[in-house]
């Protein structure tokens, strides 16, 4: 059974359903508002988890009942959150979203006790990244503390999966030495080389730059096109699978931890992880909400077996 630890963020989502959004200074009424758990690192944590792998997730919350909520949850989905700290007087993550009937969407981020993870947190856990086969994390925490995990992991030989999402002005250089897959989607992607991309032209040339801040693996999630992967030995556009989706909130989270959970140590089956992955995310887009339409593994598995 793979092992992962997942660094990164943990919301609740409020979610205001409206028809339309207000305008600046108007006042309107929501159809309906609902809540959920949230934020990049706890959804890919649970996805990891679903997929099988046996899955430890390092976060902040605060000291209040939505923090309580959170580690709830994540227990449920079955990770482990031995290393999920709690920081007195601090707020949980929260995450308002504003969803219109068209299915657009506006969110406003309090990032709470996710931005107090310290590099002593992840010294605490040293242990951890001995024993793992891959860390993954985001940008929804501290730099300082996603590089000290992903130094710690590169000390003991570990895959280092990171999400650059949401999209920073320059990457750490010392975070991409450490980084052995970059998973970008479009907008990241174009956001970090200064090219947007139309076709498998533009985003091979982005993949190119992206390596030339020395990654050697580099995935662009692509949405409903796909995912294109580029390594030393494969460069190609593995295609999304053709389903009507209702909500793609958390598709690319969904992607990351299946992917994570699927790769070799020595990456020899990179397209075969991320069409296992696209899969796992066509699943996820036909289901509302992040974390409830991630599907298990065998959920997967079925799905790739009536595919043939
Ligand atoms: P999000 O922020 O909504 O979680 P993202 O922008 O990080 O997603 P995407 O590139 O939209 O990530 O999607 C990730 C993967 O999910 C894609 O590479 C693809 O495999 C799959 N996917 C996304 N949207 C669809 C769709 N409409 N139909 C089928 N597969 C999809």
Do not use: W
């Not at 970090?192 to 693996?217: F, M, P, Y």
């Amino acid at each position: 059974m793979k092992k992962i630890v997942v660094i990164g963020s943990s919301n609740v989502d409020t979610t205001l359903h409206v028809k339309d959004f207000p305008k600046p200074g108007e006042t309107i009424n929501a159809i309906e508002i609902t809540s959920a758990g949230g934020g990049k690192g706890a959804n890919q944590a649970i996805a990891a988890a679903k997929s099988g792998a046996e899955t430890y997730f390092i976060n902040r919350v605060g000291e209040d009942s939505e923090g309580g909520y959170i580690t709830h949850q994540l227990k449920s989905y079955g990770v482990d959150t031995t290393y999920v700290q709690t920081t007195m007087g601090s707020k949980t993550g929260h995450a308002y979203i504003t969803l219109n009937e068209a299915g657009q969407n506006d969110i406003i981020i309090d990032h709470g006790a996710n931005y107090e993870l310290t590099v002593e947190d992840i010294q605490a856990a040293s242990d951890l990244f001995k024993d793992v086969d891959c860390v993954i994390a985001q940008f929804e925490t501290p730099l300082e503390a996603t590089i000290e995990a992903f130094k710690l992991a590169k000390k003991a030989g570990k895959i280092t999966i990171l999400n650059p999402a949401p999209a920073i002005d320059k990457i750490p250089e010392e975070l991409l030495q450490y980084t052995d897959i970059i998973t970008p989607n479009e907008t990241e992607s174009a956001k970090i080389t200064g090219i947007q991309i139309k076709d498998n032209s533009t985003l091979a040339t982005n993949a190119e730059k992206l390596h030339l801040l020395g990654v050697k693996n580099v995935v662009i999630t692509y949405g409903d096109k796909g995912a294109y992967i580029s390594s030393a030995d494969i460069e190609t556009l593995v295609p999304a699978y053709k389903v009507k989706a209702t909500d793609t909130t958390g598709a690319g989270d969904t992607f990351i931890g299946y992917l994570a959970s699927n790769l070799k140590a020595d990456l020899s089956n990179f397209e075969e992880a991320a069409k296992i992955a696209s899969r796992a995310s066509s699943i996820a887009v036909q289901r509302l909400g992040a974390q409830p339409s991630i599907p298990t593994a065998k959920e997967v598995e079925n799905a790739m077996e009536d595919d043939e």
